[in-house]
Nanobody, 116 residues
């Protein structure tokens, strides 16, 4: 099993920044990608950003240019730097890891609230 633990959420004013972290532990083997998803109140979960094992990065159009995903392989940790935050970024953010068998693992989620 793989455990994912997120941290770094909180309350911030519009225009501010937050950095989310996701540490993976357990039966960690090669993976296809890790990433961040979010679910806003009353909405479906949506992709925010992903980074593949080869380093290919993908962003949702809504966060392109404001958010940056990165990873530290030695620490089995993926980060999401969020700048110029907007009230519409308010959501629960979930870390995801997809292994070579296309099994998805999820963290417990961390709340990000952006006040106007």
């Amino acid at each position: 099993q793989v455990q994912l633990v997120e941290s770094g959420g909180g309350l911030v004013q519009a225009g501010g920044s937050l950095r989310l972290s996701c540490a993976a532990s357990g039966s960690i083997f090669s993976f296809i990608a890790m990433g961040w998803y979010r679910r806003a109140p009353g909405k479906q979960r949506e992709l925010v950003a992903t980074i593949s094992s080869g380093g290919t990065i993908n962003y949702a159009d809504s966060v392109q240019g404001r958010f940056s995903i990165s990873r530290d392989n030695a620490k089995n940790t993926v980060y999401l730097q969020m700048n110029s935050l907007k009230p519409e970024d308010t959501a629960v953010y979930y870390c995801n890891r997809r292994d070579l068998y296309y099994r998805d693992y999820w963290g417990q989620g961390t709340q990000v609230t952006v006040s106007s």
